[in-house]
């Protein structure tokens, strides 16, 4: 029995076929990386680029007793930009990109190819025959190796690193909410120093609105504005660059004197406790280094590195030395340090400026959300949302309402409950912090099994980040009662939701594996499957890619009839950040002809449209007519039996037809089974067998138009789950209420897909776990 199913539906390995991986990084002439590198300044930057307009009052929110510390904190400032920003990211993190994609799920994807460490088993080797399935090999005795066997072996393993990455992405998001409040709310604090006696709550009124009609224009996109960014934060950085060394010749050039790291020592000494927790506002002169790699699918990494080395660097250690020399002889003014140290005859444009920098900003960080949420999503960890591509031309720019109106919310929370810079500085630093912790830890798994790098250059690299981020990790958590405590509220809500819903969805896989039919009782039915075989198409949906789901057994079992032709779909989202259109659709045939059964797995990543598809059932069935095509050449080409009915052809058979039969010129698509005929005596063979099976092809060609055109019906599972009666309390409330609401607030995979209201059937079944 278990032969025959594994004759009747195998996996699509010959399907798949087998591509090089393709992906390389381009090489750029030098005038294209340098508009790249120009470009990248409006996207990549923004963020922290405007963390001059905040540091120094975070640092020292209750003044500054000793000009001493002010180098001090320079120092610190100095060597964390180093560190961290410069050699960690831009140098070591930005080469560990999934195919040029960045982000905590672009590391978490790249981790899925090299180890079976993704908790939904629905990936197959077929899977990793894409051109962008790219994936090293290693030595069974190496530590790569035996790090691999730990991570597969303890399911525990496997649901810590998936926790360790949603963090991070809650984290991320928590960004999204705290950068547009401190950045606006900053720039906007310029108006007060013009005006000292306004009062602070016209002040939170002005950034409010401005927050307001910046969350309002998402749903334009940046495509006709974006523009505008890159001169925006290269004006921005000339001006805090120039200005800086304006302050160090106008007040005291003597601050240069902090790249002396003996001055950081000096300064913890001196300080004591108050000088290790001002670690949390030293820390926000590097925030939107996350966002930095999160960002990092719109420019080359040589473009990214270029920018960050020959203008951003440079100007941020100019900004802060100006300021620093500017506070050295008025120390009173640490509050509104950045204002102050602007000379008045520019003092209005420098303020125009950078609330519009404080803008670009902002929509960077809202940018990057969206995009790691439609990660998330891609990949089974956040409930199906309404997805909007903002651009034709550009695919990454993309719009979520529903995310955009909560962020508005609780920006807006946030920015009018704290009204200071400070309490959000201190929630924005423990945001950080986190993040860069989750991304050491899975760098750490990077270099041992993407780059097999020795052991003692993956030690070194991993004390030497966890000693700093630790450093500033225990210095946050004294403020956690002082504002530290908003991105752990918000990224423990984004928490529970994503782990609920990967629960629900792994619950529901698993299902639907456990109970998926047998091809025998399938065959045992007769090409009738018992049943009277209507007239039209019936598309059954379901999540495995072999073998009959449940639903289809359920179908039949309850109705009298089913369509004459039978398409099981699966859609599934791959651990990679694109599957190429030409290699999306794999189709075979399941059972014998007369049972006019195939499946159909359509593939994507996590970057892939997830929208709309109006051409889906059109992509569908063109990939279908062109497969029953391949599959009749083949039977009329091969004077052998390497061809069997079920594509069971091997590399060596495929080159033997293409030496054998010289009147023919075909090119086969290897992923889809697709062959395109050149030479126009293809069709026709000198041999009865050869006209028996033109004949057949053109029969079932002409059968499966004429049942698309009497109907296509699309069939699919509506699976609820429940928590069993035993289960404890805890998993009550996650499946049959938390899951069950989001489930019921999601969008439907019918909408996804554009299926028409009248063609859709939905299978109820209830399964408790």
């Not at 990949?379 to 993309?398: D, E």
Request: net charge neutral; aromatic share 12%; glycine share 6%.
């Amino acid at each position: 029995m278990w032969v025959l199913e594994q004759k009747l539906d195998q996996p699509m390995d010959e399907e798949a076929g087998r591509l090089r991986n393709m992906y390389r990084e381009k090489k750029f002439s030098a005038l294209l990386l340098l508009r790249l590198a120009f470009q990248s300044l409006g996207v990549v930057y923004g963020d922290l680029g405007t963390s001059p307009l905040y540091v120094f009052y975070n640092t020292f929110p209750h003044g500054i007793d000793d000009t001493e510390d002010v180098i001090g904190a320079l120092s610190l400032i100095i060597y964390s930009l180093t560190l961290i920003p410069l050699l960690k990211y831009v140098f070591i993190v930005c080469r560990a990109n999934d195919n040029g994609q960045g982000g905590t799920f672009a590391l978490y994807s790249l981790l899925c190819r090299h180890a079976k460490i993704k908790t939904i088993p629905n990936q197959h080797r077929t899977d990793e025959e894409l051109t962008t399935y790219s994936r090293s090999t290693f030595h069974d005795h190496s530590y790569a190796a035996k790090t691999k066997r730990w991570l597969e072996k303890y399911s525990s393993s496997k649901n810590a690193l998936l926790i360790l990455v949603l963090v991070g992405t809650c984290m991320v998001i928590g960004d999204g909410i705290l950068t547009p409040a401190i950045s606006v709310l900053s720039a906007s604090g310029g108006i007060k120093v013009d005006h000292p006696k306004m009062s602070n709550d016209i002040v939170v009124l002005v950034a409010v609105v401005i927050l307001v009609c910046l969350f309002s224009m998402q749903h334009y996109g940046t495509d006709k504005v974006g523009w505008l960014f890159a001169p925006i934060v290269l004006l921005w950085f000339l001006l805090i660059g120039g200005i800086g060394i304006f302050n160090i010749w106008q007040y005291d050039s003597g601050v240069l004197r902090a790249f002396s790291p003996v001055y950081i020592y000096r300064y913890f000494k001196r300080g004591g406790k108050n000088g290790w927790t001002s670690l949390g506002g030293i820390m926000l002169s590097i925030t939107g280094t996350e966002a930095l790699f999160a960002d990092l699918a719109h420019f080359p990494v040589s473009a990214i590195q270029l920018a960050f080395t020959v203008v951003v660097f440079p100007c941020l250690l100019l900004a802060y030395s100006g300021q620093a020399a500017y506070l050295m002889k008025n120390k009173e003014h640490v509050i509104d340090a950045f204002y102050r140290s602007i000379p008045d005859s520019i003092y209005w444009p420098v303020f125009i400026v950078a609330t519009l920098a404080a803008i670009v900003a902002s929509q960077a960080t809202i940018t990057a959300t969206f995009s790691i949420i439609k990660q998330a999503l891609a990949l089974g960890c956040f409930p199906r949302v309404k997805v909007v591509h903002t651009s034709k031309k550009f695919l990454g720019q993309i719009y979520i309402p529903d995310i955009n109106w909560i962020l508005m919310i609780l920006c807006i929370a946030v920015t009018a409950g704290f009204k200071n810079q400070s309490q959000i500085g201190n929630a924005y630093g423990t945001a950080v912090v986190i993040v860069m912790l989750a991304t050491t830890l899975l760098m750490t798994l990077i270099m041992l099994l993407v780059w097999h790098c020795h052991w003692i250059v993956v030690v070194f690299f991993t004390v030497l980040s966890l000693v700093v981020e630790c450093t500033y990790f225990s210095a946050v958590l004294f403020k956690v009662d002082q504002g530290g405590w908003v991105p752990l509220v918000i990224s423990a809500a984004f928490l529970i939701i994503m782990y609920v819903w990967h629960y629900g969805t792994l619950k529901r896989y698993e299902f639907e594996m456990h109970s998926k039919v047998s091809m025998a009782w399938i065959l045992g039915l007769g090409p009738s499957l018992g049943l009277v075989r209507v007239p039209g198409i019936g598309l059954v949906y379901t999540e495995l890619s072999s073998g009959v789901p449940h639903i289809f057994s359920h179908f039949i079992t309850n109705l009298p009839a089913i369509h004459s032709v039978v398409v099981f779909v699966c859609v599934k989202y791959l651990p990679v950040y694109t599957v190429p259109e030409d290699e999306r659709f794999l189709v075979k045939r399941i059972g014998p002809k007369n049972f006019h059964m195939f499946r159909c797995v359509a593939r994507y990543g996590y970057k892939d449209l997830h929208k709309k598809d109006d051409d889906f059932e059109k992509k569908l069935f063109d990939n279908l007519f062109m497969f029953v095509r391949l599959e009749s050449m083949m039977e009329g080409c091969s004077d052998s039996d390497e061809y069997s009915l079920y594509g069971q052809q091997t590399e060596r058979s495929r080159e033997g037809l293409l030496r054998d039969d010289a009147n023919m010129d075909l090119t086969f698509s290897s992923v889809d089974s697709i062959v395109q005929v050149k030479s126009p005596q293809a069709n026709h063979s000198v041999t009865s067998s050869g006209q028996t099976t033109n004949h057949t092809e053109v029969d079932e060609l002409e059968f499966l138009t004429n049942c698309r055109d009497a109907g296509v019906v699309h069939i699919l599972g509506n699976t609820v789950v429940r928590a069993s009666r035993d289960s404890r309390i805890y998993k009550k409330i996650a499946v049959d209420y938390i899951y069950a609401f989001l489930r019921k607030i999601c969008r439907e995979n019918s909408v996804i897909f554009n299926i028409p209201h009248e063609s859709l059937l939905n299978v109820g079944q209830i399964f408790y776990v």
